[in-house]
Nanobody, 130 residues
Framework: QVQLVESGGGLVQPGGSLRLSCVVP????????IGWFRQAPGKEREEREG??????????YYADSVKGRFTISRDNAENAVNLQMNMVKPEDTGVYYC?????????????????????WGQGTQVTVSA
């Protein structure tokens, strides 16, 4: 069983920054892809939006809604994948989840659908409000 633990969520004002972290044991070698998703208030699990993903080879992809504002990165020493969120907007509000993919993924295209991932964390709440 893979255990992923997200942290770093909280309340932030519009235009502010937040850094989410997900502890992923074996992050440097055990998974072909790692993704960040968010579930907006009132939405179902199947409606989670893919925010960003990172392939084992280091390719990164972002949803258009966060491109230029969010950055995904891997910290092998800490066994973590981070999501730096800058210039946040109220529509960024939601529960943020990290997920890992154990199946092969080349990294040559975005992987931002929930069905592309095999294991999920419990999520961390992000609220953007004045």
């Amino acid at each position: 069983q893979v255990q992923l633990v997200e942290s770093g969520g909280g309340l932030v004002q519009p235009g502010g920054s937040l850094r989410l972290s997900c502890v992923v044991p074996g992050v440097s070698s055990d998974y072909f892809g790692i993704g960040w998703f968010r579930q907006a208030p009132g939405k179902e699990r199947e409606e989670r939006e893919g925010v960003s993903c990172l392939s084992r080879g280091g390719s990164t992809y972002y949803a258009d809604s966060v491109k230029g504002r969010f950055t995904i990165s891997r910290d092998n020493a800490e066994n973590a994948v981070n999501l730096q969120m800058n210039m946040v907007k109220p529509e960024d509000t939601g529960v943020y989840y990290c997920a890992v993919r154990t199946r092969y993924y080349s990294g040559r295209y975005p992987l931002l659908d929930i069905n592309d991932y095999d294991y999920w964390g419990q999520g961390t709440q992000v609220t953007v409000s004045a």
